[in-house]
């Protein structure tokens, strides 16, 4: 079955480091891959997402190239800020399922 | 714009006690899905479904039961309330549209179970 496997945390940065959460993927089909945030209290928001190989998701300096040959999808960001810690999930999306697969999610802590 | 709204925000039950959570959205989506998210497993999927009239089972459903009359409503039944099931309820609705298969969640329900 489809499945998603993210790096496990947490993460613990200082500010303006390099970030890099990785994700990789089983799915049959050619799934949308997504990855999503969630802020303490909240529910989950979406961060970026891809829809086909290759394509890049970005949003707030956050990107993500979906790879289709080695089954990817890992989170980048130049320069990480205090107000990214959360818990960050990757998803990945197949029609012919109508389901959602998450992974376990990741914790990101910045330190200032 | 509400989106998806769920109540209540807290819940606190006994052993035994059943209960409904409630999940409502104006986007007119035809996918609604419930997950519980526990420490270090993520979201599991509990039910889902694709329109009104039409529900399936998602990862585990056990203990636990819906129902889709309208588009809008997708409720949670617990029918007898066990602490295995403490633990945070996320509501999510997305579109049909291939090409923008975004879901919206709800910000949770974090019910006890004592």
């Known amino acids: 079955g489809n499945s998603v496997t993210q790096m496990e945390g947490p993460v613990t940065l200082s500010e303006e480091a390099f970030l890099t959460i990785n994700c990789t993927y089983t799915a049959t089909g050619y799934p949308s891959l997504f990855w999503y945030v969630q802020y303490p209290g909240e529910g989950l928001q979406l961060l970026l997402k891809?829809?086909?190989?290759?394509d890049k998701g970005s949003n707030k300096g956050f990107e993500a190239t979906y790879r289709k040959e080695t089954t990817s999808f890992h989170l980048e960001k130049g320069s990480v800020q205090v107000s990214d810690s959360a818990v960050y999930f990757c998803?990945?999306?197949?029609?012919?399922?109508?389901?959602?697969?998450f992974g376990t999610g990741t914790r990101l802590k910045v330190l200032a | 714009n509400a989106g998806v709204t769920q109540t209540p925000k807290f819940q606190v039950l006994k052993t035994g006690q059943s209960m409904t959570l409630q999940c409502a959205q104006d986007m007119n989506h035809e996918y609604m899905s419930w997950y519980r998210q526990d420490p270090g497993m993520g979201l599991r999927l509990i039910h889902y479904?694709?329109?009104?009239?039409?529900?399936d089972q998602g990862e585990v459903p056990n203990g636990y039961n819906v129902s889709r009359s309208t588009t809008e409503d997708f409720p949670l039944r617990l029918l007898s309330a066990a602490p295995s099931q403490t633990s945070v309820y996320f509501c999510?609705?997305?579109?049909?549209?291939?090409?923008?298969?975004?879901?919206?969640f709800g910000q949770g329900t974090r019910l006890t179970v004592v």
């Open positions: 891809a829809t086909k190989a290759d």
């Open positions: 999510a609705s997305s579109s049909s549209d291939r090409k923008n298969t975004e879901a919206f």
């Open positions: 479904s694709v329109g009104a009239g039409i529900t």
């Open positions: 998803a990945l999306f197949t029609s012919g399922t109508y389901k959602y697969i």
